[in-house]
């Protein structure tokens, strides 16, 4: 089966960890060989690579093509207009990746249906793409494509179509589902295909070495994810206090690094939080390992991967009430939901947790019941599905 896997949120020499989660869910589909991918990930055009333009300037230095992991990728680059970015953005990926796929094509990689990750714009253009290309297309939903983006009319009318033109969509969790079917979109068109986790990447370890390069002592508080106000870094700086000798470690980049460094010195807090930049995902095993509890303050999320990661690695999370993530912290082995987003919710859930954590081998056999294999199988027999009746 030779599938084309579409999507934006695809990690690239500039930026590693960008959509992980997306190279991951494939690594695991083509790891026996009974599937075949290419992979389009667009990535918006900017023209300068100077530092001074932040992550505008890691943009351009995205590769035209890379191989990662034996994965074939190109990134064809496509226009973002101001203001008018959002209501345009499907038609301009579609305009500048059709290129891209008819070159595919004529190379002889003929493949048998588009796999798309996040709505929008990303499943809108490649519903395009599929109509233009007569292939089948199927679209995973992840996140704020479904619990953010609908609330814009015209995103939601173009998201309504990509879904009835689409042989079939996927999301991660359940919540995702019901937010789809509160769009309008039929049920029977939907299948839940959660995330798995890699347990022979993310295994217990000790964390001394971690812990001693640091020079940190327990209890330690992780929380990972892009410096993003969506995340929270900053309701868990603002709860740090509450919670007695405890050291915050918060691994991410983004635009949010300034102010969350101000609001620790303003707190007084400033040597018990800890920025430790961008870390590599195949180096986050470490950091689970060391840590006492991983938070996750988010406001909105699909299936979110650090914390089965977290678990994987015997870390228990405290993790905010919202979306999918109840579905993830879904026993006591896994840890505690948080039941309100401000700082005294979470320093008090954390605070029980440490007084009463979980034993670290109950948490990582929880995770062992979220390998990758049940999603692989589920999205073989779908896709096997679509080509029957296509055929």
Same mark, same amino acid.
């Given at each position: ?24 869910? #494939?690594?695991?589909? !083509? ?59 499907? #038609? #301009?990926?579609?305009?500048?990746? @059709?290129?891209?796929?008819?070159? /595919? #094509? ?12 996040? +709505? ?14 007569? @292939?089948?297309? !199927? ?22 179509? $990509? ?35 890699? /347990? ?17 002592? *327990? ?20 709860? /740090? ?16 690094? %300034? ?58 999370? $405290?993790? !905010? ?10 026993? *006591? ?36 019941? +979220?390998?990758?294999?049940? !999603?692989? %199988? ?10 029957? %009746?296509?055929?």
């Amino acid at each position: 089966m030779k599938i084309l896997t579409f999507s934006s949120l695809y990690p690239n020499a500039a930026q590693p960890n960008h959509g992980v989660f997306v190279e991951n869910r #494939l690594r695991h589909l !083509t790891a026996d060989g009974r599937v075949t991918s290419q992979v389009i990930a667009p990535v918006p055009w900017f023209p300068w690579r100077n530092p001074r333009f932040g992550s505008y300037a890691r943009l351009a230095a995205v590769p035209r093509r890379e191989n990662r992991h034996g994965l074939d990728i190109e990134h064809p680059r496509y226009p973002v207009i101001p203001k008018l970015g959002m209501s345009l953005a499907p #038609l #301009l990926m579609y305009a500048w990746s @059709k290129p891209a796929v008819a070159r /595919l #094509l004529d190379s002889g990689y003929d493949f048998d249906l588009i796999d798309a990750h996040y +709505f929008y714009p990303d499943g809108v253009a490649a519903a395009m793409l599929g109509r233009h290309f007569k @292939k089948p297309v !199927t679209i995973t939903a992840r996140g704020t494509d479904i619990n953010l983006i609908p609330q814009y009319p015209l995103p939601r009318r173009m998201l309504r179509w $990509a879904a009835g033109r689409a042989a079939a969509c996927i999301t991660v969790c359940q919540a995702l589902k019901d937010a789809m079917i509160d769009l309008g979109i039929d049920p029977n068109h939907i299948r839940v295909l959660r995330n798995g986790v890699d /347990l022979e990447l993310f295994r217990p370890c000790t964390g001394d070495d971690f812990r001693r390069e640091l020079g940190v002592e *327990p209890p330690i508080l992780l929380s990972v994810g892009g410096l993003i106000p969506r995340k929270g870094h900053d309701f868990v700086i603002k709860a /740090l206090p509450k919670i007695p000798n405890a050291v915050l470690l918060i691994a991410g980049d983004g635009p949010e690094k %300034e102010h969350l460094q101000n609001l620790a010195r303003i707190l007084g807090i400033e040597s018990r939080v800890r920025l430790l930049g961008p870390v590599p995902h195949n180096e986050l095993r470490q950091a689970y390992s060391a840590a006492d509890v991983l938070i996750l303050a988010s406001d909105r999320e699909g299936w979110p991967n650090v914390l089965l990661e977290a678990m994987a690695c015997g870390t228990p999370a $405290a993790a !905010t009430d919202a979306w999918g993530i109840p579905e993830v912290v879904a026993e *006591p082995a896994a840890g505690r939901l948080i039941p309100a987003r401000d700082p005294e919710a979470i320093a008090k859930t954390v605070r029980d947790l440490l007084a009463d954590p979980p034993d670290r081998a109950d948490t990582r056999a929880y995770a062992e019941r +979220f390998s990758w294999d049940e !999603t692989t %199988e589920g999205q073989i027999a779908l896709f096997k599905k679509i080509l029957a %009746e296509e055929a």
